[in-house]
């Protein structure tokens, strides 16, 4: 999986992913309209409307892009209806022949860690068949809980061939409390990410390791620092558009390949149409001016990336 | 919900929680048989044996306890039918006015944090109705992310009285790779303690906050330490029994009114009759099992707290 998400990446020019975080207050009017005509005012229409809405999304931009990351938050909050969501979508970007990354943050220890593992990378066994439950490419993981957390996920990827992103350095303003305190002279996060890099020759493919890390964009000092700790970890990069990040900040999180890097914009991208310099598209035509803000958002990252060659 | 967990805890001398995470090696094989001759070799089928087996347990022990931890991993790994399955645990449970505490070990920031807060503890708005998704009474929390992680939770905690564990120390052999490493002289996790206590100042029930920690009860030592610098944080105890904890190493866990910990034994308890102590019962009566571990947990802490007066 991380040798299709470089080769992706490599033929779209385009080391990004679309954040696929739906938000009732983001989904156009005539969307939500028809799902609570059609289901009600109920979790069901909700759903019917995310799903509705990310379609049209995806749809308008799987051919410019490698990869895609739902956040089974905005999902789970609906319930069982909204993780129906979330598996339709998850299967869709499958047909479309993206990289799903499950943003899910789970984290636990041994037979628990294997649990998650399963349900949203590996298979379950019922009987005398398997079944894959949730089914993403790549998930996100936490490492408060040390390698007792981490092995579980690593042994369930290495039989599926799927990969984990481990949290390092969050793009969230308080992700300094306890991630940038100094541990004998270095900072939590660089332990965690020689960690990474550790757990992460375990797993290796053509390349670059299945172990990956996320580093938020906000934080493009500490995102260069981290690019050696972890040599050969793709780093996972929330944070960029509405958070602040941009194209200029995220060059030292690549390699001199070009690679190494995946930067996700959520909201930027998906809702799109509601900012200034996409509102002439209308909210008729919001998946239009995802694909806008795509391309737009292409053009900056592989600009920056050029200009610092 | 604080104030509930309390006052059982006092009429039911049970500081306990009966960890409710099924494994499918778990339960008997009449339960398996007949569920998979229901449903076949399924997910519906895995996710009908687990709530009969859960259902059982809960029936043969809800009178003696005062709340459940069911484990969202162990149902997740089943996707849809697992999760709800794991809905329908949480609901019986409520029914038997027993406190659920939802395992999840969420944790995010913003707007994705509230949305795991809304789901599992909130209710959700869909034009103009509300509902509730998951609707535990308290989850866990995982605190890498910092306040911005925190916070979401805590505000849908006051709305709805209802509270969080936040981990601090965990009870697996590596849970020290970066929990115990010193920051000026401190372990990390003293300081996540400390971090807990401030933000339990925030959202106080009558004696207790809504705003507990977990730590494991295979650090005795530690759980004397951070007793003291969460004093009013109620203390979530997993690793005890299968993992190795007995009720003499907790009593330190406790304050001095009998109040601020409660004990989880998952397998313990839900797999009972597979221990040589309560082969007797046989797979037939695993409940009765159930409920004689539940019985000898209870003896086993009251004991040692009565002891150590």
């Not at 041994?110 to 019922?126: E, M, R």
């Amino acid at each position: 999986m991380i040798n299709k998400l470089a080769s992706k990446i490599q033929k779209t020019h385009a080391p990004i992913c679309v954040g696929l975080d739906p938000m009732l207050s983001y989904i156009p009017e005539h969307i939500l309209k028809k799902a609570y005509a059609d289901f009600g005012e109920t979790l069901e229409g909700a759903a019917e409307a995310i799903w509705q809405y990310n379609k049209a999304i995806i749809d308008a931009t799987y051919d410019l892009i490698p990869s895609v990351k739902p956040q089974i938050a905005m999902y789970e909050q609906f319930g069982i209806e909204g993780l129906k969501a979330f598996k339709k979508t998850v299967d869709y970007c499958h047909e479309k022949d993206l990289v799903v990354i499950g943003d899910v943050k789970r984290g636990d220890i041994g037979s628990t860690s294997a649990a998650y593992a399963t349900g949203h990378l590996g298979k379950i066994t019922i009987g005398s068949k398997t079944y894959s439950a949730f089914d993403e490419d790549f998930a996100t993981v936490n490492p408060y809980l040390g390698t007792d957390g981490i092995k579980p996920f690593i042994d369930v990827c290495k039989e599926e061939k799927k990969g984990i992103f481990i949290l390092v350095k969050t793009s969230n303003p308080s992700s300094g409390e306890f991630q940038d305190r100094l541990i004998d002279g270095r900072p939590l996060y660089e332990w965690v990410g020689e960690k990474v890099a550790q757990w992460g020759a375990e797993h290796m493919g053509d390349s670059y390791s299945y172990v990956g890390a996320v580093v938020g964009a906000t934080y493009p000092e500490m995102g260069k620092v981290l690019r050696k700790v972890m040599p050969k970890s793709f780093i996972l990069v929330p944070g960029y558009g509405a958070q602040g990040g941009k194209g200029a900040d995220l060059v030292h999180f690549f390699n001199e390949d070009g690679l190494g890097a995946v930067v996700n914009s959520s909201r930027g991208i998906i809702a799109a149409y509601k900012q200034e310099q996409y509102a002439k598209f209308g909210a008729e035509n919001f998946a239009d001016a995802s694909r806008a803000a795509v391309e737009d958002m292409i053009a900056d990252i592989d600009g920056a990336l050029k200009a610092a060659k």
